[in-house]
């Protein structure tokens, strides 16, 4: 930077300056473009790694459901009723698993506000227990509700917890043993705190107090090739929806609770955004 009238030249302590100014200025500049490209790496990297993650997690699944088909069909061509029926019992267990997979991507992937409605809270647990209690006999286990006959109805999205407390209750069974094990959903209204106060609990395997921080990122999975890792991460986000909190206690060889408390004092605006009482 240079003038050629000599009334206005720079002196050269301020062409020092400017030069100095520019350099900065083009340091930032490509340490920009440089943390940009960054970025974009990262996340095509982190793209792949989900794929694939997903990719094996179906696969899976899909080999499972061609081993049940042909049990079912070598069970109607020789008109074995019960290898048929052992067959599609399978197949409907990997059919649940599947759409539970998917159901479980995209509310972990798509940022959107809760659609808040009034919903009997105990209503929407006695069917998640309804819908489990035939896993519940096969695995020879207990599912019990204790459910606060004060609890009145909550503003809540309803399909995205019936979700968050689905994955607890399917995380619950994958801990238990078989045929030694319980699980009980419990829920409680405090009106001192206007919470709704969701309890899951089991007397599995429990967690230990140093991977407790972990288990609610995403991919983050103890089952091996039976979890996806995206279980408890639904339910993290899902709880940060309704601004509410999520708590653990867990005690190795005893079993795990999950604590969800929802506050119950908001509100549904005209905007469809949310508000809450002062």
């Not at 004060?150 to 209750?169: F, H, R, S, W, Y």
């Not at 996806?228 to 986000?237: R, S, Y």
């Not at 609770?257 to 955004?273: A, C, G, N, R």
């Amino acid at each position: 930077v240079d003038t050629t009238v000599a009334t206005n030249t720079y002196a050269s302590g301020q062409l020092r300056l400017l030069t100095a100014i520019g350099f900065q200025t083009g340091l930032a500049i490509e340490h920009s473009r440089l943390y940009q490209a960054g970025v974009k790496a990262e996340r095509l990297a982190a793209t792949g790694e989900t794929v694939a993650y997903i990719s094996h997690g179906i696969k899976n699944i899909l080999q499972s459901m061609q081993s049940a088909g042909d049990m079912v069909e070598l069970g109607l061509n020789k008109k074995n009723i019960d290898v048929a029926e052992k067959g599609w019992a399978i197949l409907q267990r990997n059919l649940t698993r599947i759409q539970n997979l998917v159901l479980n991507m995209l509310a972990y992937s798509k940022a959107r506000q809760p659609n808040l409605v009034m919903t009997q809270l105990n209503g929407l647990v006695t069917d998640l227990i309804n819908m489990l209690s035939s896993q519940a006999i096969e695995k020879r286990v207990g599912l019990f509700s204790d459910l606060d006959d004060n609890m009145p109805p909550i503003t809540i999205d309803a399909d995205g917890m019936q979700q968050a407390i689905l994955n607890l209750m399917l995380n619950a069974f994958d801990a238990i043993e078989p045929g030694n094990g319980a699980i009980t959903i419990k829920t409680e209204f405090d009106g001192d705190s206007h919470q709704a106060i969701i309890t899951v609990t089991d007397n599995g395997v429990g967690i230990a107090a140093n991977e407790q921080g972990d288990i609610f990122m995403a991919f983050q999975s103890s089952k091996g090739q039976g979890g996806t890792g995206l279980g408890l991460a639904v339910v993290k986000k899902t709880i940060e929806e309704h601004h509410g909190q999520l708590v653990v206690d867990s005690t190795p060889g005893e079993g795990t609770s999950f604590i969800l408390k929802i506050p119950t004092d908001i509100e549904i605006s005209d905007s469809s955004t949310t508000a809450f009482k002062i």
